[in-house]
């Protein structure tokens, strides 16, 4: 399975934008890519989804290279209901959908 | 209100006992995971379905078993041969057919085993 790397760690202050990036260089054609995120001991939730082009949802927005080696998912004014772990993940329906967590972002949100 | 429910929420058993973990869904979806997580790290799969009575093995399979005999249901027992049970689980279940199908996750069961 392709993998995706994330740095482990970020910080942003309350109503400032989050930009995190994940990298996939060896995504393949049909990889969709995933992000999720979870809250401290909560199950994860889906944030957004993309194949090719940016993609906006009214929790976040992905910003997808052209060659999609990477992408950013970007929190437009970040909360302290934000504070969580954040993955990337590749989806692909030659792996039955899978998905495949890493140890994800941990972003923390200062007031 | 549609989703996943997980009993109990904190489960404590003995060494050596099997113990069963409860995931109910009603969303209609036909596909059920079950994941379990370490202090700091991501989610691994166990297992999966995507259909009643057909499960597959995830990458993380051995010492556990499930069953799938009503869709709405996806039950994981985590047997005595399963080294290092304690752990939080997660299950999931998301539409079948589509690789933009999101997963949606229940609360989730920690599992102490002392």
């Known amino acids: 399975d392709a993998k995706t790397t994330q740095p482990n760690s970020m910080e942003s202050n309350e109503e400032e934008p989050v930009h995190l990036p994940c990298n996939h260089s060896?995504?393949?054609?049909?990889?969709?890519i995933h992000w999720y995120r979870q809250l401290p001991s909560q199950g994860p939730e889906y944030v957004i989804h993309?194949?090719?082009s940016n993609v906006n949802n009214r929790m976040a927005s992905l910003a997808i290279a052209e060659d999609r080696k990477s992408s950013t998912l970007i929190l437009h004014r970040a909360t302290l209901r934000d504070a969580a772990v954040y993955y990337c993940?590749?989806?692909?329906?030659?792996?039955?959908?899978?998905?495949?967590f890493g140890a994800g972002t941990t972003v923390t949100v200062r007031a | 209100d549609g989703g996943i429910t997980q009993s109990p929420k904190y489960l404590f058993r003995k060494e050596g006992q099997n113990v069963t973990l409860s995931c109910e869904q009603n969303?209609?979806?036909?596909?059920m995971y079950w994941y379990r997580q370490d202090p700091g790290q991501g989610l691994r799969l166990i297992y999966y379905?995507?259909?009643?009575?057909?499960?597959q093995k995830g990458d993380i399979a051995e010492g556990y078993s499930v069953s799938r005999e009503k869709k709405e249901s996806f039950p994981l027992t985590v047997t005595s041969a399963q080294k290092n049970p304690t752990a939080f689980y997660l299950c999931?279940?998301?539409?079948?057919?589509?690789?933009?199908?999101?997963?949606?996750f229940g609360p989730g069961t920690r599992l102490t085993v002392l």
């Open positions: 379905s995507q259909i009643v009575n057909d499960f």
């Open positions: 993309g194949l090719t």
């Open positions: 969303l209609n979806h036909d596909a």
């Open positions: 993940i590749l989806r692909a329906y030659s792996n039955d959908y899978k998905l495949s």
């Open positions: 060896t995504i393949s054609g049909t990889d969709y």
């Open positions: 999931a279940s998301s539409r079948q057919g589509a690789v933009s199908n999101e997963q949606f």
